[in-house]
C-alpha cells in the first residue's frame, strides 16, 4: 500500500516571508483603513469645535458704519431734493411748466430718501435722527 503524503497549508498565504513582516503590512493595513474611516468624522469634529469658538461678535463696527450710511442718506437726500427743485424752478421760470414736473418728482423723491431712508436706517441700529 502506498501511502500518500499530505501537504499541510501554510497559515500565512506566503510562506518564504518571515511571519514578522506579514504581521507588519497586516498591521499598516488595519492602521490605514482606520484612518480612512475615522476622517471624515475627526474633520466634522475640527469644524464644530471652531464654530463655538466664534460666539462673541463686537457690532460696534457695524453701528458706526450704519451711522456712516444714514450721514449719506441725509447728505444724498438733500442734494437730491435741492436739485431737483432747481431744476423744476429753471423751468418754471423760462415758463415751460411739463419740463418741471419731472424736477418737482425728483425733489420729492429726493425727500423720501431724506426722511424715509434716513429713518429707516436709524431704526436698523436703534439710532434716532
Do not use: E
Not at 490605514?32 to 471652531?50: D, K, N
Not at 457690532?59 to 427743485?85: D, E
Amino acid at each position: 500500500m502506498i501511502r500518500r503524503s499530505r501537504q499541510v497549508s501554510s497559515p500565512h498565504p506566503n510562506p518564504t516571508q518571515p511571519r514578522s513582516r506579514l504581521a507588519k503590512r497586516k498591521a499598516i493595513q488595519i492602521l490605514a483603513h482606520a484612518a480612512r474611516v475615522m476622517a471624515p468624522a475627526l474633520v466634522a469634529l475640527t469644524f464644530a469645535g471652531v464654530a463655538h469658538a466664534q460666539g462673541t461678535m463686537d457690532f460696534s463696527g457695524a453701528t458706526t458704519l450704519m451711522g456712516a450710511f444714514k450721514t449719506f442718506a441725509i447728505y444724498a437726500g438733500a442734494v437730491i431734493c435741492f436739485g431737483g427743485l432747481i431744476f423744476a424752478g429753471i423751468r418754471m421760470m423760462s415758463g415751460r411748466f411739463q419740463d418741471a414736473i419731472p424736477g418737482l418728482f425728483g425733489a420729492l423723491f429726493g425727500a423720501g430718501v431724506l426722511g424715509w431712508g434716513a429713518g429707516w436706517i436709524g431704526s436698523l441700529t436703534g439710532q434716532s435722527l
